[in-house]
């Protein structure tokens, strides 16, 4: 458990701890207060598979029919039918990050007042061409030269109806799909639940090792992928060959495998297939003990980026991959002391997403793959006493591909029109967003999936 | 009906597999001194223990140093636990708390305050060998089990079937034995009138019993009329006759793996019921049963996996590492997955077994050699005395020739390669020493008891 950064919120902190350790114990994602909404895909079945075919660690959620010997034959028949298909990643900013830092009405005159310490100054990042008072923040020049290509539409202001300030409910809300907080299943779920297949569990990939509650399904099987470098055995003091040593040493282990004593037994077995599942995984990773993607692109050196690099090799090697979700790296609750972090998690969001999409372009692939960036909400107009920032409402959201439109979609409405919480205004309902790219880029009637799609308006997000 | 017992010899061995199902494993030394005792003698210092625990060693600290805050910080309560079971001089009482709080299973998930919860613990570790009857009723008035099956704010007009329900089902007569739906319906409202406040930044406060909330109308349970209230809801419950067989097998459960036979069940039954249902007459006759000895072994639940190394290498609770590998080998305490509690069926698979093998690690970090500053260090050249000398660094457990000849292959590997040069000769027989400790840890004979 890595400490918590100290300017989170208390609410953030825990729930991310929570979160993330609990979702590793694979017991299900659990709520961190009484009142506040489970998790979408809360107590789903969850089962660890190997699949030979793809070489990777899988664990499979929602598909306790489903045997081991059937999930490479599920993936396989998917892998000819769902050839071409197009693919959806959810990259979410987990903590809500400041939209008017990542696009900073520079040329606002309200912005200097509202952020004496925070403001940025003309010059300081890229100008926004389509309204002159937005400039990029610094460190998302990536995606001003992306805009500039148009591959990149940009969302200033994007949120929803009585926007609330719990990380945990809005959050919630843009995963289901709905401002509904007792919805169990992802609105990426609800899409795969009407396209998807019964046996491929692929379909619906968490890139993280934890299952994105936004890909939770109530029908068809999902799974995460866990990195093949993270199941080692590591011991403190013992190196070289001698540890190659002792990992051959625990499949000895297994020599009680037939142990009249059935719990003996199952321990020795045991030990002998998590040796066997550590050599299977060990083909994909080198000497360096990174996975080998075989990438002709240079990612930035993170997890994020090793995580999209694996995903564009296993898009360009055919799997049957039709909704992904990962979390994008970066803290975004920025309370106190914003600039430096902020700065730092947007500068590898964009540094990687760009290289996401180079990759995809040279292995022929981007024309089938949009990558949607949001956050759970913006931050305040008017920053706090510790150089931070508090809960806010409007957040920015970002839509990167090829067949992207590209442009602006909504508007920036200005400072001084913010809402009685003194919040920038939503001009964007990401319900309308996601009931347009249903619609426009996986050609399915959102009104199955988007419970109030009827009522949202549509925006023209894809190229023709 | 006499109850079988244990007449073979009662040495280490035995005192060891005792102190496991009944604790959390030996301290250094701990089953031979056990084992001087015999067989009634181990069971009656189990079962007889002092009123007051005598915690052995130093306090528990965070990874900084600080002292544990069990009722504030997310895990310190694991953490608080843990210490209590590598420390406690009352192995007994501190298993038996667990067994409670997977009997009467309630997840901090739902109930959101540890300071509760470890309220509900220090009940099950106070009257945890007593009368269960007196147990089931604290347990069902107990504030984190009222919110965590819904006693709270279940007044007579909406009275909620939660509790009533798991009461019978899972706590004292199991599914399908002998009520129906409608017992059911009449227990939710012989169970109504409990109520507490919600303060917002605090939780809930001020539980207490409003007689106006309560359906003081009749009710039919079990096909007995009455007026009937909580207290004596419960007490229905012990009094029907699947009651006693539910009990013994279940209790049962917690220390062998195998099912009693037809006489053993039989005769624990009739001692429950003739002690006036008595936790602690039943817990020492399991204890001195041939199938506690005799039988095939248990997995370690994580948890007493961690404390046994603890136990074992003396060490403290020093990080807040167990947490987040206690998770990943699957019990996170104060979060059973449901109110079934954990399924111990499943504490061992390729995922749980690198928990295990990093938890292993953990504890070994502090003891790991450096290949590099062996100044002083006397290591065995010999493969077998490498070997001897980790097995004792584990107070020497008993092992079985297969794994003796596994951990005797990979010394025996590791000291035809420390050759050549400086580094191989000086460095690698102190990593197959550390190696070996870490393999012993892992192997199939310290994993299960």
């Given at each position: 458990?890595?400490?918590?950064?100290?300017?989170?919120?208390?609410?953030?902190?825990?729930?991310?701890?929570?979160?993330?350790?609990?979702?590793?114990?694979?017991?299900?994602?659990?709520?961190?207060?009484?009142?506040?909404?489970?998790?979408?895909?809360?107590?789903?079945?969850?089962?660890?598979?190997?699949?030979?075919?793809?070489?990777?660690?899988?664990?499979?959620?929602?598909?306790?029919?489903?045997?081991?010997?059937?999930?490479?034959?599920?993936?396989?028949?998917?892998?000819?039918?769902?050839?071409?298909?197009?693919?959806?990643?959810?990259?979410?900013?987990?903590?809500?990050?400041?939209?008017?830092?990542?696009?900073?009405?520079?040329?606002?005159?309200?912005?200097?007042?509202?952020?004496?310490?925070?403001?940025?100054?003309?010059?300081?990042?890229?100008?926004?061409?389509?309204?002159?008072?937005?400039?990029?923040?610094p460190s998302l020049a990536p995606f001003a030269k992306l805009h500039k290509q148009g591959k990149l539409t940009v969302f200033p202001a994007i949120g929803y109806t009585h926007p609330d300030q719990s990380h945990f409910t809005s959050r919630h809300y843009w995963e289901v799909g709905a401002l509904d907080a007792r919805e169990s299943v992802g609105w990426l779920g609800r899409y795969l639940d009407v396209v998807g297949d019964p046996d491929n569990a692929m379909q619906g990939l968490s890139l993280d090792g934890t299952l994105q509650p936004s890909l939770a399904t109530g029908r068809v099987p999902v799974s995460t992928l866990a990195s093949p470098a993270d199941y080692g055995f590591e011991s403190h003091h013992v190196w070289d060959v001698v540890h190659e040593l002792m990992e051959d040493a625990i499949a000895d282990l297994g020599a009680l495998s037939r142990h009249p004593d059935p719990v003996l037994a199952q321990a020795a077995q045991t030990a002998a297939q998590s040796h066997s599942l550590h050599r299977q995984l060990g083909r994909l990773v080198g000497?360096?003990?990174?996975?080998?993607?075989?990438?002709?692109?240079?990612?930035?050196?993170?997890?994020?980026?090793?995580?999209l690099a694996g995903l564009a090799a296993m898009l360009d090697a055919g799997f049957p991959i039709r909704a992904v979700a990962l979390s994008g790296p970066g803290d975004y609750d920025t309370h106190a002391d914003q600039a430096g972090p902020l700065a730092d998690g947007l500068k590898t969001v964009a540094e990687t997403l760009a290289a996401f999409q180079r990759d995809l372009e040279r292995r022929?692939?981007?024309?089938?793959?949009?990558?949607?960036?949001?956050?759970?909400?913006?931050?305040?107009?008017?920053?706090?006493?510790?150089?931070?920032?508090?809960?806010?409402?409007?957040?920015?959201a970002f839509l990167l591909g090829t067949k992207a439109r590209g442009r602006m979609v909504g508007e920036f409405a200005g400072l001084n029109r913010l809402d009685k919480d003194g919040n920038l205004r939503a001009t964007v309902d990401f319900r309308a967003v996601y009931s347009s790219l249903l619609e426009q880029w996986f050609d399915v009637d959102a009104g199955r999936i988007v419970p109030d799609a009827k009522k949202m308006p549509r925006h023209s997000l894809v190229k023709a | 009906m006499p109850l079988p017992v244990f007449t073979g010899p009662f040495g280490p061995a035995q005192a060891e597999r005792l102190l496991w199902r009944a604790g959390f494993g030996p301290r250094r030394g701990e089953e031979l001194r056990l084992a001087r005792k015999g067989l009634d003698g181990a069971v009656s210092w189990l079962t007889n223990p002092p009123a007051k625990d005598r915690l052995v060693g130093w306090h528990p600290v965070d990874g900084k140093g600080y002292r544990l805050s069990p009722t504030d910080k997310f895990g310190h309560d694991h953490l608080w636990w843990l210490d209590r079971m590598v420390r406690t001089s009352r192995p007994l009482v501190e298993r038996m708390t667990l067994v409670w709080h997977d009997w009467f299973a309630t997840s901090n998930d739902m109930v959101g305050s540890q300071r509760l919860m470890i309220r509900?613990?220090?009940?099950?570790?106070?009257?945890?060998?007593?009368?269960?009857?007196?147990?089931?009723?604290?347990?069902?008035?107990?504030?984190?089990?009222?919110?965590?099956?819904?006693?709270?704010?279940?007044?007579?007009?909406?009275?909620?079937?939660?509790?009533?329900?798991?009461?019978?089902?899972?706590?004292?007569?199991?599914a399908?034995?002998?009520?129906?739906?409608?017992?059911?319906?009449?227990?939710?409202?012989?169970?109504?009138?409990?109520?507490?406040?919600?303060?917002?930044?605090?939780?809930?406060?001020?539980?207490?019993?409003?007689?106006?909330?309560?359906?003081?109308?009749?009710?039919?349970?079990?096909?007995?009329?009455?007026?009937?209230?909580?207290?004596?809801?419960?007490?229905?419950?012990?009094?029907?006759?699947?009651?006693?067989?539910?009990?013994?097998?279940?209790?049962?459960?917690?220390?062998?793996?195998?099912?009693?036979?037809?006489?053993?069940?039989?005769?624990?039954?009739?001692?429950?019921?003739e002690s006036g249902y008595q936790i602690r007459p039943v817990v020492a006759a399991i204890l001195h049963h041939?199938?506690?000895?005799?039988?095939?072994?248990?997995?370690?639940?994580?948890?007493?996996?961690?404390?046994?190394?603890?136990?074992?290498?003396?060490?403290?609770?020093?990080?807040?590492?167990?947490?987040?590998?206690?998770?990943?080998?699957?019990?996170?305490?104060?979060?059973?997955?449901?109110?079934?509690?954990?399924?111990?069926?499943?504490?061992?698979?390729?995922?749980?077994?690198?928990?295990?093998?990093?938890?292993?690690?953990?504890?070994?970090?502090?003891?790991?050699?450096?290949?590099?500053?062996?100044?002083?260090?006397?290591?065995?050249?010999?493969?077998?005395?490498?070997?001897?000398?980790?097995?004792?660094?584990?107070?020497?457990?008993?092992?079985?020739?297969?794994?003796?000849?596994?951990?005797?292959?990979?010394?025996?590997?590791?000291?035809?390669?420390?050759?050549?040069?400086d580094y191989r000769q000086k460095a690698f027989p102190v990593m197959a020493l550390n190696g070996l400790r870490h393999l012993i840890a892992a192997s199939p004979e310290m994993q299960t008891a």
């Open positions: 458990m890595s400490a918590p950064r100290c300017y989170h919120c208390a609410e953030f902190t825990r729930a991310t701890l929570f979160r993330r350790s609990v979702a590793e114990a694979g017991r299900g994602l659990p709520a961190i207060e009484a009142g506040m909404p489970l998790p979408a895909g809360t107590g789903l079945d969850r089962r660890a598979f190997v699949s030979r075919a793809a070489g990777l660690a899988l664990t499979v959620y929602g598909a306790s029919a489903l045997r081991p010997a059937a999930l490479d034959d599920g993936i396989a028949r998917a892998a000819v039918s769902a050839r071409g298909n197009r693919v959806l990643v959810s990259v979410f900013l987990p903590g809500g990050a400041d939209a008017l830092s990542v696009l900073a009405p520079v040329g606002d005159a309200r912005y200097r007042r509202l952020r004496p310490n925070l403001a940025f100054k003309p010059g300081d990042g890229p100008v926004f061409r389509e309204d002159g008072r937005l400039h990029w923040h000497k360096d003990g990174k996975v080998n993607y075989h990438t002709k692109v240079e990612y930035p050196d993170n997890e994020f980026g090793r995580r022929g692939l981007a024309g089938r793959v949009l990558t949607l960036v949001w956050t759970e909400f913006g931050r305040r107009a008017e920053q706090n006493a510790s150089n931070g920032t508090d809960h806010g409402a409007a957040g920015a | 509900q613990n220090l009940l099950f570790r106070k009257i945890g060998l007593g009368s269960f009857p007196g147990l089931a009723m604290r347990v069902t008035v107990n504030p984190a089990m009222l919110v965590y099956l819904n006693g709270l704010n279940s007044p007579k007009e909406a009275p909620n079937e939660n509790y009533g329900r798991e009461l019978m089902e899972l706590f004292t007569l199991g399908g034995s002998g009520y129906s739906e409608r017992d059911v319906r009449e227990q939710a409202r012989a169970l109504t009138g409990w109520t507490a406040d919600y303060k917002n930044g605090v939780g809930w406060v001020r539980f207490r019993y409003k007689q106006e909330h309560h359906d003081d109308a009749m009710k039919v349970v079990f096909g007995k009329a009455g007026p009937w209230n909580w207290k004596q809801a419960v007490r229905l419950c012990i009094q029907h006759p699947a009651h006693p067989s539910f009990f013994v097998k279940k209790l049962w459960s917690y220390f062998v793996p195998v099912p009693p036979d037809e006489a053993t069940q039989a005769a624990l039954e009739q001692l429950y019921r041939p199938l506690l000895y005799e039988g095939p072994r248990m997995a370690k639940p994580p948890v007493v996996y961690t404390a046994g190394l603890l136990r074992s290498l003396g060490d403290r609770i020093a990080t807040e590492d167990w947490v987040w590998l206690d998770i990943m080998a699957g019990q996170l305490l104060f979060y059973p997955p449901n109110v079934s509690g954990w399924n111990d069926g499943r504490w061992l698979d390729t995922s749980t077994f690198r928990a295990r093998w990093q938890l292993a690690g953990r504890a070994l970090r502090k003891h790991a050699v450096h290949p590099e500053r062996t100044k002083g260090v006397d290591v065995p050249r010999d493969p077998e005395k490498l070997v001897n000398r980790a097995l004792e660094f584990w107070g020497s457990p008993p092992i079985s020739d297969e794994t003796r000849a596994a951990l005797l292959a990979f010394a025996g590997k590791v000291m035809a390669a420390a050759v050549a040069d």
